[in-house]
């Protein structure tokens, strides 16, 4: 028997697709780079991936989990051929405790999904990346996704209480305990957590908890001198004001959605936007302490709201910007490749100048957007992929904007992962931690 009749004898005949043009179907993520399966597997159960973690193994077939494919650094494909796992369909909410504050899912369940499920119990799952609609739950854990509340809430690794896990072998493991705390043993977990399925296959994960919050409210400053809209936020975080989101957009980025924000954006180098959530009376004071905090750094305008439409209308620059940019000039597209830059949050206005000043240096669109108040900067290439002297110049100015992320002593990744894109500049950030993690991955996966 072939390895197609193994599969298919594992997971269904229907849940293989061997043929050359759908397999080119998976050849590609949100990022630049591509590679084409010879085996896509719709598996179902953990017993079907351990069956198909065997088989791989002993022919030797290399293995890449995928959950939605909206990464953008190339995790998800498989440059050496070999099998795609696709999870999406095991996608079960298989457990909500809301007294012991955790849900049992399986990887493929899809963020926005189980937060419908939960609110309707008065609970969330906080982390919400961009792609909440669609991102897997296997995806985030496996990238330590993160959104714009990471700044009150944390990361999907803050929320991770276990796994279970199938290895490279084929054996199934389980990570961590329902307890509140535990203190036994290395922490596999966080382990895998982040391994962008590298050190086995994720296939059910049980989610920390929190109540989702009576009330919220977001504020819009506008600002005229990028550096007091930074030094603004930092005395926000640093007056007690608990954040629940906080992002900026820069000039370029403001340019590229001057018709949606209906203003001349021409005098403004940063537009802020502060959530709060919690016990109204505490969230009005603190937007109203933070219209004080704004204007006493010089803001030209200030308003916030606690309108659900209201709010909406507000966040319409933001949601808009990514679409935007992906269609700013014909054959131009969003490259992503060092556009997730963490650096420790009082350096976001002068990370944000830089990058502006690389922008005008290889005359490259870098439009800035980002988290502001945990740190992360999106620095998004608008360029013509086709276009080799553009290729040059982006190759050029990315490692300008790695070398900034470092000398900020940040990370070359706030919460996009590693993939393919951050291959040749991995080791400038790990250093000899890099030879460590290669000895991890050897022991679980030895082929
Ligand atoms: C428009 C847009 C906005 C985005 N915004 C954000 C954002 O705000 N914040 C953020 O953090 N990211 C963001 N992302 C990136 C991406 O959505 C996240 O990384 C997301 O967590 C990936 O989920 P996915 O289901 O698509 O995973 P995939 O892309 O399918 O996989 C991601 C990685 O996880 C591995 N993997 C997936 N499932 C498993 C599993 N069960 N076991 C083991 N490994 C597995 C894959 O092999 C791959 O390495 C954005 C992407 C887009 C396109």
Same mark, same amino acid.
């Given at each position: 028997?072939?390895?197609?009749?193994?599969?298919?004898?594992?997971?269904?005949?229907?849940?293989?697709?061997?043929?050359?043009?759908?397999?080119?179907?998976?050849?590609?993520?949100?990022?630049?780079?591509?590679?084409?399966?010879?085996?896509?597997?719709?598996?179902?159960?953990?017993?079907?991936?351990?069956?198909?973690?065997?088989?791989?193994?002993?022919?030797?077939?290399?293995?890449?989990?995928?959950?939605?494919?909206?990464?953008?650094?190339?995790?998800?494909?498989?440059?050496?051929?070999?099998?795609?796992?696709?999870?999406?369909?095991?996608?079960?909410?298989?457990?909500?405790?809301?007294?012991?504050?955790?849900?049992?899912?399986?990887?493929?369940?899809?963020?926005?999904?189980?937060?419908?499920?939960?609110?309707?119990?008065?609970?969330?799952?906080?982390?919400?990346?961009?792609?909440?609609?669609?991102?897997?739950?296997?995806?985030?854990?496996?990238?330590?996704?993160?959104?714009?509340?990471?700044?009150?809430?944390?990361?999907?690794?803050?929320?991770?209480?276990?796994?279970?896990?199938?290895?490279?072998?084929?054996?199934?493991?389980?990570?961590?305990?329902?307890?509140?705390?535990?203190?036994?043993?290395?922490?596999?977990?966080?382990?895998?957590?982040?391994?962008?399925?590298?050190?086995?296959?994720?296939?059910?994960?049980?989610?920390?908890?929190?109540?989702?919050?009576?009330?919220?409210?977001?504020?819009?400053?506008?600002?005229?001198?990028?550096?007091?809209?930074?030094?603004?936020?930092?005395?926000?975080?640093?007056?007690?004001?608990?954040?629940?989101?906080?992002?900026?957009?820069?000039?370029?980025?403001?340019?590229?959605?001057?018709?949606?924000?209906?203003?001349?954006?021409?005098?403004?180098?940063?537009?802020?936007?502060?959530?709060?959530?919690?016990?109204?009376?505490?969230?009005?004071?603190?937007?109203?302490?933070?219209?004080?905090?704004?204007?006493?750094?010089?803001?030209?305008?200030?308003? =916030?709201?606690?309108?659900? *439409?209201?709010? #909406? %209308?507000?966040?319409?620059?933001?949601?808009?910007?990514?679409? @935007? +940019? &992906?269609?700013?000039?014909?054959?131009?597209?969003?490259?992503?490749?060092?556009?997730?830059?963490?650096?420790?949050?009082?350096?976001?206005?002068?990370?944000?100048?830089?990058?502006?000043?690389?922008?005008?240096?290889?005359?490259?669109?870098?439009?800035?957007?980002?988290?502001?108040?945990?740190?992360?900067?999106?620095?998004?290439?608008?360029?013509?992929?086709?276009?080799?002297?553009? =290729?040059?110049?982006?190759? *050029?100015?990315? #490692? %300008?904007?790695?070398?900034?992320?470092?000398?900020?002593?940040? @990370? +070359? &990744?706030?919460?996009?992962?590693?993939?393919?894109?951050?291959?040749?500049?991995?080791?400038?950030?790990?250093?000899?931690?890099?030879?460590?993690?290669?000895?991890?991955?050897?022991?679980?996966?030895?082929?």
């Amino acid at each position: 028997m072939g390895v197609l009749e193994e599969l298919q004898g594992i997971v269904g005949t229907e849940n293989v697709f061997s043929d050359k043009v759908e397999c080119m179907a998976y050849s590609r993520d949100m990022s630049v780079h591509k590679g084409i399966p010879d085996y896509v597997v719709f598996a179902k159960s953990t017993d079907e991936v351990s069956e198909i973690m065997k088989l791989a193994t002993r022919e030797r077939i290399p293995v890449v989990a995928r959950g939605s494919g909206t990464s953008v650094t190339g995790a998800v494909l498989p440059v050496k051929g070999g099998i795609i796992l696709d999870l999406h369909l095991m996608n079960k909410i298989i457990e909500i405790d809301p007294k012991n504050f955790y849900a049992k899912v399986e990887p493929g369940v899809i963020c926005a999904q189980l937060n419908a499920v939960l609110a309707k119990q008065g609970l969330m799952f906080p982390p919400n990346p961009g792609s909440e609609v669609i991102a897997t739950i296997g995806g985030m854990v496996s990238t330590n996704a993160s959104g714009h509340r990471a700044v009150k809430y944390g990361t999907t690794r803050d929320y991770i209480k276990g796994l279970t896990v199938v290895l490279a072998n084929g054996d199934i493991i389980q990570t961590g305990t329902i307890a509140p705390k535990s203190s036994l043993g290395y922490d596999l977990t966080h382990l895998f957590a982040s391994s962008e399925g590298t050190l086995g296959i994720i296939t059910e994960i049980v989610v920390k908890l929190e109540p989702k919050p009576e009330y919220g409210a977001l504020s819009v400053a506008v600002f005229g001198d990028l550096n007091k809209a930074g030094e603004a936020v930092t005395e926000v975080i640093t007056s007690g004001i608990k954040l629940a989101g906080c992002e900026i957009l820069d000039k370029f980025s403001l340019k590229v959605v001057e018709e949606v924000l209906q203003k001349d954006v021409s005098k403004i180098e940063a537009l802020l936007l502060m959530e709060a959530d919690g016990a109204k009376d505490v969230v009005i004071k603190d937007m109203n302490r933070i219209g004080e905090i704004m204007k006493a750094h010089g803001c030209l305008e200030f308003e =916030w709201s606690d309108d659900p *439409k209201k709010r #909406e %209308e507000m966040m319409l620059a933001r949601g808009r910007l990514v679409p @935007t +940019l &992906s269609r700013i000039r014909p054959g131009n597209r969003l490259i992503p490749i060092a556009e997730d830059l963490g650096v420790p949050s009082t350096e976001i206005p002068n990370t944000i100048r830089q990058a502006q000043v690389i922008s005008e240096k290889y005359n490259i669109l870098i439009a800035t957007f980002g988290h502001v108040g945990d740190g992360n900067v999106h620095t998004t290439f608008v360029a013509d992929v086709r276009d080799r002297q553009d =290729w040059e110049r982006i190759r *050029k100015a990315s #490692e %300008e904007l790695v070398s900034i992320a470092l000398k900020a002593k940040g @990370t +070359l &990744s706030a919460e996009h992962g590693s993939g393919l894109t951050r291959a040749p500049h991995i080791g400038l950030q790990l250093g000899n931690s890099l030879e460590l993690m290669r000895k991890i991955k050897a022991l679980l996966d030895p082929l």
